[in-house]
């Protein structure tokens, strides 16, 4: 399996909250990716990186933002948590044209 | 924009029988790349079998290959043997070649296949 670890599995918190989600990464691969899984959309692009310090939005970006300010870690922060970004977070790495592989995903909900 | 359409939302298939999943796509780019990914209930994203559209060959992993129609913009899975490990869900993904921002993904919207004794 490719080394890439999500934080925290599980998260149940409140609307408003600032919820902040971690992917780390051991495979040193340039591309790293957040997407949402939500019933009946498939994955979803929410921001992905092409390196540190480098990112762009991907088709559902409204409401998060991301950092990477090193090449195995890339945050995905929530400022305000609202009911409709509870979901199924993962994070998924890639290099040049190769598949993207992804992490085990991080269940959040938002009461 | 490319899309991503899985018209079957379900399926089910008898052990040891062949199934096959359908996936088309919407693009005006010629050079581009085509996954399935099983997801079981684990939540887990695992690749099945990548295309890339510049070979007219059919991809094939064990006992799963896929029927790649360019000109049709079709691109289905078909499980040979069926196994009870096989029931997931199964997503249709197409990428775009990356020039250097990264290749993202554009997935369907899931198959999920059950795999009955």
């Known amino acids: 399996d490719a080394g890439i670890t999500q934080s925290p599995r599980h998260k149940v918190t409140e609307t408003g909250t600032p919820v902040t989600l971690r992917c780390h990464q051991t495979?040193?691969?340039?591309?790293m990716y957040w997407y949402r899984q939500d019933p009946g959309h498939g994955l979803r692009l929410i921001h992905y990186?092409?390196?540190?310090?480098?990112?762009d939005k991907g088709e559902v970006s409204d409401g998060y933002s991301v950092s990477r300010s090193k090449t195995e870690d890339f945050l995905l922060t929530l400022e305000s948590a609202t009911s409709s970004q509870t979901s199924v977070y993962f994070c998924?790495?890639?290099?040049?044209?190769?598949?993207?592989?992804f992490g085990d995903g991080t269940r959040l909900s938002i009461l | 924009a490319q899309t991503v359409t899985q018209s079957q939302p379900e399926m089910s298939v008898q052990e040891a029988e062949t199934v096959t999943l359908s996936c088309t796509y919407d693009?005006?780019?010629?050079?581009?790349?085509l996954f399935w990914y099983k997801q079981p209930p684990s939540r887990q994203m695992i690749l099945v079998i990548r295309?890339?559209?510049?070979?007219?060959q059919n991809a094939t992993e064990n006992r799963f290959s896929v029927n790649f129609q360019k000109a049709a913009k079709s691109f289905s899975l078909k499980i040979s043997d069926s196994q009870l490990g096989d029931t997931a869900m199964y997503f249709c993904?197409?990428?775009?070649?990356?020039?250097?921002?990264?290749?993202?993904?554009?997935f369907g919207t899931g198959t999920r296949l059950q795999v009955t004794l």
């Open positions: 990186s092409y390196g540190v310090k480098d990112t």
């Open positions: 295309q890339e559209a510049y070979k007219q």
């Open positions: 998924a790495i890639s290099t040049g044209n190769q598949p993207q592989h």
């Open positions: 495979e040193n691969h340039r591309y």
């Open positions: 993904a197409f990428m775009k070649p990356n020039t250097g921002t990264a290749s993202k993904l554009t």
């Open positions: 693009t005006s780019e010629n050079n581009y790349y």
